[in-house]
């Protein structure tokens, strides 16, 4: 019998929408909202305002590229969490109208277990049980997969997330927004042990960002102070050192709990597994300690809705549906 999603994203500051008909995606279209740059970070009123504008356009499209007739469809599938509330909102609402209007069922999907589940969309893909470091601007965790209906968080971080480190260090330099991917870019010419600069050591496999943020705050006061021009003349190394440093931060407990799980497949998933400096020392802890590694392709890496059709394509075989009281949540943690 076949299965034919229309799935939504809205989650952040990214309208998006896509089509996939038994378990192959059809279609995926993204509208990103250029309005935050001036800013320098999302402001959530006006992620709000841009994906209503977004959202049909973008279904319209993404039907279109598919060759799919809404009346086709068997279901609708929205991210209800986590992101900003507001967003969320405008996501949800639609995924109910649309599929009240065609009595087709709903699927509410965890838009972190999506970005795990983006690595069935292409092959190869892992088999299960496998370990997922998702890696993004608000979440820094290590999955373990058992199926694609049953996940657990075995560490994350405990105040900030790397994505956060790389856009407030980005920041602190005068980059513009989003800096995370400016810091990827200057870090290619650089020298990674140029500067040197504290990694935060949590128990288990936690993490935690906020210190070393605030040491590299420190670290280009004190060098500024001595030469003004620091920055300018120095791009390269700053962002190659301290993209370095994270990175490190991020394997050290991969490592960790491949050695705990004696899974020996992992995978990287989330707007940071795009960072070519992961992608590379991943690549390079894989072939040193016999991992198999599972990289997802750049335009599965940021928020996307054909991973949301993956996971809802996974739900929608076990029958599990929602319904039209479901509302989104800001907070919405794996395995809810």
């Not at 841009?50 to 599938?77: D, F, G, R, T, Y």
């Not at 795009?274 to 940021?302: D, H």
């Amino acid at each position: 019998m076949d299965c034919i999603i229309l799935a939504i994203e809205s989650s952040c500051d990214e309208t998006s929408a896509s089509v996939l008909h038994n378990g192959k995606i059809l279609s995926n279209v993204v509208a990103s909202q250029e309005v935050h740059h001036q800013y320098g970070g999302v402001v959530p009123e006006l992620a709000s305002r841009a994906h209503q504008q977004n959202i049909v356009p973008v279904v319209s499209e993404s039907l279109k590229n598919a060759n799919i007739n809404k009346k086709q469809l068997n279901a609708v599938a929205f991210t209800r969490g986590p992101g900003l509330l507001g967003a969320l909102l405008v996501g949800t609402s639609f995924a109910k109208s649309f599929a009240l209007a065609l009595n087709i069922p709903l699927i509410e999907v965890n838009h972190m277990e999506a970005h795990v589940l983006a690595h069935f969309i292409d092959e190869p893909k892992p088999t299960f049980p496998f370990l997922c470091l998702t890696v993004s601007g608000g979440h820094t965790q290590i999955v373990l997969v058992k199926s694609a209906l049953d996940m657990e968080v075995i560490g994350e971080t405990q105040d900030d997330a790397v994505g956060e480190a790389f856009d407030k260090t980005a920041k602190l330099m005068g980059l513009p927004y989003p800096g995370g991917p400016l810091v990827d870019k200057y870090a290619k010419e650089g020298n990674p042990l140029a500067y040197t600069f504290p990694a935060t050591e949590m128990p288990g496999l936690n993490y935690s960002f906020s210190g070393i943020k605030t040491a590299f705050m420190y670290f280009l006061r004190d060098q500024l102070k001595a030469n003004p021009r620091f920055v300018e003349e120095n791009t390269d190394d700053i962002c190659a050192s301290i993209q370095h440093t994270l990175v490190k931060m991020l394997l050290q407990k991969v490592k960790k709990a491949v050695s705990e799980t004696g899974i020996r497949q992992v995978a990287i998933a989330g707007g940071v597994s795009a960072n070519s400096g992961l992608r590379q020392a991943l690549a390079e802890e894989a072939k040193k300690r016999n991992w198999e590694v599972f990289i997802p392709r750049f335009e599965y890496c940021t928020d996307n809705a054909a991973m949301i059709a993956m996971a809802a394509y996974f739900k929608y075989e076990a029958g599990r549906f929602t319904h039209q009281m479901v509302s989104p949540l800001a907070r919405m943690p794996i395995g809810v």
